[in-house]
């Protein structure tokens, strides 16, 4: 039962704890890579829902849309309704937020272990003085 809860658990070790193994870390990071990828996933399909039924897109004039616009480029086409305008304006505001959310969630255990190390380093050297 520990494997599986190895498996799910993403949560950072104390810095009293040593630091993950290079095999356990790689499996964390995966994790948190996966989970940023989903929902930069589920940000790209609000997006293309949202230019495809009210702006009337194409799929793929709304995945282009929506990718760009994610990506922080900007609209490719020209939006025709004031509604669509609107989603566009709300998407950016909330594509934003989604990108710094996924730059997080795939640099926190980078930025944690890096952290970690330093700390731990530091608690075994006091404890040899």
């Known amino acids: 039962m520990a494997r599986r809860r190895d498996l799910f658990e993403l949560s950072f070790e104390h810095k009293r704890q040593a630091p993950l193994s290079a095999a356990r870390f790689r499996h964390r990071l995966y994790g948190y890579l996966g989970f940023a990828l989903l929902v930069i996933a589920v940000a790209l399909s609000i997006g293309m829902l949202g230019?495809?039924?009210?702006?009337?897109?194409r799929w793929i004039d709304a995945f282009l849309n929506a990718?760009?616009?994610?990506?922080?480029?900007?609209?490719?086409?020209?939006?025709?309704?004031?509604?669509?305008?609107?989603?566009?304006?709300?998407?950016?505001?909330?594509?934003?937020?989604?990108?710094?959310?996924?730059?997080?969630?795939?640099?926190?255990?980078?930025?944690?272990?890096?952290?970690?190390r330093f700390h731990f380093a530091e608690d075994d050297s006091a404890a040899g003085e």
Request: hydrophobic fraction near 55%; charged fraction near 10%; proline fraction near 4%.
């Open 67 to 116: 990718a760009m616009i994610l990506g922080g480029m900007g609209p490719v086409s020209e939006l025709k309704t004031d509604l669509g305008k609107l989603f566009a304006g709300c998407y950016a505001l909330f594509a934003g937020l989604v990108f710094l959310a996924a730059a997080g969630l795939i640099f926190g255990p980078l930025v944690h272990r890096l952290l970690h």
């Open 51 to 57: 230019y495809h039924f009210i702006e009337g897109m």
